[in-house]
């Protein structure tokens, strides 16, 4: 697939507002991948459509992989379920969206889905027969959130994956637990994350201690203490060591880090469940509470925390699992450009997806910033000069050496460079 | 891919409300394909997200095909845009979903997005040069209903594919305008659906004239004037013939019929532009107002509306490019099940997706009417009757015929019955 940038409805600009103090808000507005509607609120342009579609694709298919299946509940949902549980008025009341129809009767928007999943599941699984069950969506959420900033990291409408897990057996879910847990980190390793497990409370959702997924980074909110030699780290909330420690583990030493959380996975017990008096029955026909684990991952704020970990001053640094594109091939000829045409369908006919800037209007220097804006992890340049020697540029985003190579060589040089 | 029948999360139900009088609605729900939450808001199923999802794959490949560019608007949309052009008012307080924030702030959910999408394409488009631009998006929409009814056709949550385009020319917005009706024509032949154009009002959106997209059917709430013989055919909200009439183009006979509307395009010429103020520079620099056209598909209303169309008195039949499995394969084997395993593995391995009805405790009875009720477009069912005259039975969903053949046969006869 070729796009021509000529013929795109975004373009790269340079007037985002200076209150966007996080890279990601900053790089994703000037590239045109996102655009705010309000605080926390943000429109996806087609390029950044493009990485969220790819990172919901690799979600998906990793938590298929491991037995869920996927449903799409409502964002719009009545009080009944949530007053049950309690949580119509805490944390509702703080971070709930709530609003009236025109009937008068109370709606909330979903900002997480146990009080929908656990009656919905419910109707299905009645029997020892039928757990352990998973089910997963990747919707959008909503969240009253005082604190919207950081482009992507905190919205108050954001893409999610929300997965709950139904067992009547607490080690059965202590080991589909960590078979989510195995799988969040393939999630992470494969949109280009360096994520690490990190102990934490279990908040709004649960008594019990939960594990978060945390990204190192400076703009994140989360203070962590985190062993230097071994996988050891605790959220600072309910931390049992301190900076300078030695690590519990060994012998490393704790440090204190900043850090972006991207998911979380709860052990929720039979709170849910028990809110609906749901039981269900044993072999010997024993009733027995039914016990859930809850499992999140902010999708759009992936995003942004991709951006806020791979990017240098020109710009995005697009891992190649969810760039927009996987070539950029950029013309700089002024004159007529049939090798740059060719060199876009020599890529695409080797399968790549090529963003071709065919502008002619645009000068050498805007097209060579929006390329290091863009990020995509390969660029191709056609130039007079490179052609004069009988080349065409090849360069990997993240090198500073280009190679030149014969035009009709550039599939080879594109694969030599994604390698 | 196989899914085997024993480990999904749904099955099919009896007890659903007979208050839900509509075809489409008793069938998704008995079938497990999606659960009801509330008056006109559902969960989509691991079955009925299948359908949704092919549906949204097919209108995504043809809006994408007249250069369309996809991209996701928020759903929660603050007030301003809505008051410029006076539908925070009118319809909002009818139809629109409002809410406040915990500042005080009043936003108000997506009901359509001509407010967001023109401001936000304003940003990219500034002269003839950027034109034409053609922006789509397939997103949850809310609608504060009161006659949320039947099923999934009349929803207060529901998935919508909305596109806008944007023209400083009339005729080109015409061509355009055309471009659409022709791709949506193919949106519904491909669905399965035999779908009509109508001339009705602009509502809402245009006072210009509009077109819907309609299918016939008794559960319809749209009254249409058709003609027998031609293309004529008229909302009876601007009708100038009525029942019995001949028709104006021709000889043909003026029919009265009731239809569901599964698709809309608009003109709407500089409405949202001018309430914004955008006008943008012609070749000569000359300022000139933008024209928009704007066009919905109701992806969710499709699910529905394919249902009324095509279902008998034992369940949904599927049209194949919608259908959530290719085939379901249905063990009626007491014993010992190879061959059964071994004919879901052929289909598989021919590119075939199968649902396995693998279930050991479920009777003869209760598989069959699954496998009715459920739609797949085509059954092949494995018996010791047929295997002991070393056949499987393959039949179409909508055939009364099975054809016998041997196991081995099983992708070749398949592929026959789908033809």
């Known amino acids: 697939m070729i796009d021509r940038q000529s013929r795109l ?3 790269s600009r340079k007037d985002v507002s200076k209150d966007e103090a996080s890279a990601n808000a900053q790089l994703l507005e000037r590239g045109g991948f996102v655009n705010k509607l309000a605080a926390g609120i943000y429109s996806y342009l087609p390029m950044g459509l493009r990485v969220l579609t790819k990172i919901e694709t690799i979600v998906r298919e990793e938590m298929t992989a491991i037995g869920s299946e996927e449903v799409l509940m409502p964002g719009l949902t009545p009080k009944a379920p949530w007053e049950a549980t309690g949580r119509w008025t805490d944390p509702g009341t ?48 909503f969240r009253d959130e005082p604190r919207a900033k950081s482009g992507l990291l905190r919205g108050r409408e954001f893409r999610m994956k929300d997965m709950y897990s139904f067992h009547t057996d607490a080690t059965e879910l202590d080991n589909y637990y960590e ?51 071994c996988d050891f780290a605790e959220n600072k909330e309910i931390a049992t060591v301190k900076a300078g420690d030695t690590c519990p583990n060994g012998d490393g030493s704790i440090q204190e880090i900043k850090g972006i959380e991207v998911g979380n996975t709860f052990r929720l017990g039979a709170k849910y469940s028990s809110a609906i008096n749901w039981t269900i029955a044993d072999k010997e026909g024993k009733t027995t509470p039914v016990l859930m684990g809850c499992y999140g991952i902010g999708i759009s704020r992936l995003v ?24 950029h091939v950029v013309n700089l000829m002024r004159t ?26 645009a000068s050498v220097g805007a097209k ?10 390969v660029r ?38 994604r390698a």
Chains 1, 2 share one sequence.
């Open 179 to 229: 078979q989510v847990v195995a799988a969040y980190m393939r999630v992470f390793s494969r949109v280009g994350l360096n994520a690490f497990r990190v102990k934490a409370l279990g908040g709004v959702f649960s008594p019990e201690p939960s594990d978060e997924f945390t990204v190192e980074a400076p703009v994140g909110e989360d203070t962590i203490f985190r062993c230097d030699h």
């Open 94 to 141: 703080q971070v709930q969206f709530q609003l009236k129809d025109n009937g008068g009767r109370d709606f909330g928007l979903g900002f997480s889905h146990e009080e929908i999943v656990t009656p919905l599941v419910s109707q299905f699984v009645r029997s020892y027969r039928d757990v352990p069950k998973s089910v997963f969506q990747i919707q959008t959420k």
């Open 304 to 327: 942004g925390a991709v951006v806020e970990c791979s990017h240098d001053d020109h710009g995005i640094i697009w891992p190649q699992a969810i760039a927009p594109y996987d070539v």
């Open 9 to 11: 409805l975004t373009k």
């Open 368 to 377: 060579l910033a929006d390329a290091d804006l863009f990020g995509i992890p």
């Open 380 to 417: 191709v340049v056609i130039s007079e000069r490179s052609l004069a020697q009988g080349s065409i540029e090849v360069k990997a985003r993240k090198s500073d050496t280009p190679i030149l190579v014969a035009p009709t060589d550039v599939v080879a040089a594109v694969e030599k460079e």
């Open 336 to 361: 007529k450009a049939d090798v740059a045409d060719d060199t876009a369908v020599l890529l695409e006919r080797a399968g790549y997806s090529v963003l071709y800037d065919d502008r002619p209007e």
